[in-house]
């Protein structure tokens, strides 16, 4: 190979690997998982555009709570992420970017997978972040949100799935293209 095609081909292959994300050892269209309580399996669909977000609760990082249906009249961009996750952890700066746009009934989640509290409470205090950062650490509420990998956001709109997004590329066009499908919800765009 020629030394700009080869160039090409491992920027192609570097660019490839980024903007898929960090993905789990198995994936598929539907996966199972358990209930807390029962341990009774429990289906669960990938959600599409369109379709109502499940309800859920999580404990935040700088206290108190974040239910997702008590945000059911405005925009959330609820995200997926871990601290292991290269793509997550370099798109969070553009959601400290949203937080300070100040957009009115606009709302961020971040629940991270799985990772146990000093992890993510280190990673948090280490960054500055000021966002709403939620704990998931049984997985409870990624189960009701399967897909192939992280970073996972949704955007949605009161209380349904508008935009779906399964990776990330940088900061700044991460910052854009969730700005944009907010705007698109609050009719701005």
Not at 60 to 66: D, K, R
Not at 105 to 126: G, L, P, R, S, Y
Request: hydrophobic share 35%.
């Amino acid at each position: 190979m020629k030394a700009p095609i080869k160039k090409l081909f491992i920027a192609a292959v570097l660019i490839t690997m980024l903007c898929s994300g960090c993905t789990p050892d198995t994936a598929s269209d539907t996966e199972v998982s358990s209930t807390e309580a029962t341990e009774e399996k429990v289906e669960i669909k990938r959600l599409q555009v369109g379709d109502k977000a499940p309800d859920f609760s999580v404990e935040l990082v700088n206290g108190g709570s974040f239910k997702l249906s008590d945000y059911s009249d405005g925009v959330v961009l609820l995200n997926f992420w871990a601290t292991w996750c290269p793509p997550c952890v370099g798109e969070m700066p553009a959601f400290e970017k949203l937080k300070n746009d100040g957009i009115d009934n606009f709302h961020i989640i971040c629940v991270n997978c799985m990772e146990d509290k000093k992890t993510v409470d280190t990673f948090v205090k280490n960054n500055g972040y000021t966002f709403n950062i939620g704990y998931d650490e049984k997985g409870t509420v990624e189960a009701y949100y399967p897909t192939d990998g992280i970073p996972y956001t949704l955007i949605i709109n009161k209380g349904e799935v508008a935009e779906v997004f399964v990776g990330a590329y940088s900061e700044d066009v991460q910052y854009k293209v969730y700005k944009d499908a907010i705007e698109k919800c609050i009719g701005k765009k």
